[in-house]
T-cell receptor, first 115, second 111 residues
Framework: AQKVTQAQTEISVVEKEDVTLDCVYE???????LFWYKQPPSGELVFLIR????DEQNEISGRYSWNFQKSTSSFNFTITASQVVDSAVYFC????????????WGAGTKLIIKP | EAQVTQNPRYLITVTGKKLTVTCSQN?????MSWYRQDPGLGLRQIYY???????DKGDVPEGYKVSRKEKRNFPLILESPSPNQTSLYFC??????????FGPGTRLTVL
């Protein structure tokens, strides 16, 4: 069965600290996709990244970076030099379909950045 | 502008009063889905559609209906809403290899 676990319910850090959000997934498929979404206090879902199971290269986008490790079934997300605007709920999700129309979501991690 | 729209954005209703939440996309996407978001549970898929007149149940379909008569529209129908359907609802659409585009969400309260 597919499952996504975000064990950290809430994380609170002071601005400019680095923070890592953990995501562990379960799937029997060899082809799958992993996602991160951000949900700011306004409520909309903001797509951050999609990674397929054949691409284990780490990704960096500005202050954001993602570490995909198939050996540990993890897809962790790090924010470097956090800012107050990074405060949000972050979701990790898994899709086993090429078309990505069915997503299995983690419970989310609420990130609080204090000034 | 490519977008998914949902209406209404906020709705307070009473138990048993039928309601429809509309969803429309302007990207000619084949796939559309409805999710509900509840605290501590993330998002859970209610129904999805792979094309016009093709719909299927997701993980939590009980108490909901959908229809896909046109490619752009995918309404969510609650025939007899109950308080346990109080939630934040998201509609999403995607093409064959796209990631999903999400609507802004509909916050529903059933009293």
């Amino acid at each position: 069965a597919q499952k996504v676990t975000q064990a950290q319910t809430e994380i609170s850090v002071v601005e400019k600290e680095d923070v890592t959000l953990d995501c562990v997934y379960e799937t029997r498929d060899t082809t799958y996709y992993l996602f991160w979404y951000k949900q700011p206090p306004s409520g909309e879902l903001v797509f951050l990244i999609r990674r397929n199971s054949f691409d284990e290269q780490n990704e960096i986008s500005g202050r954001y970076s993602w570490n995909f490790q198939k050996s540990t079934s993890s897809f962790n997300f790090t924010i470097t030099a956090s800012q107050v605007v990074d405060s949000a709920v972050y979701f990790c999700a898994l899709s086993e379909s090429w078309s990505n129309y069915q997503l299995i979501w983690g419970a989310g991690t609420k990130l609080i950045i204090k000034p | 502008e490519a977008q998914v729209t949902q209406n209404p954005r906020y709705l307070i209703t009473v138990t048993g009063k039928k309601l429809t939440v509309t969803c429309s996309q302007n990207m000619n996407h084949e796939y559309m889905s409805w999710y509900r978001q509840d605290p501590g549970l993330g998002l859970r898929q209610i129904y999805y559609s792979m094309n016009v007149e093709v719909t299927d149940k997701g993980d939590v379909p009980e108490g909901y209906k959908v229809s896909r008569k046109e490619k752009r529209n995918f309404p969510l129908i609650l025939e007899s809403p109950s308080p346990n359907q109080t939630s934040l609802y998201f509609c999403a659409s995607s093409g064959r290899t796209d990631t999903q585009y999400f609507g802004p969400g509909t916050r529903l309260t059933v009293l």
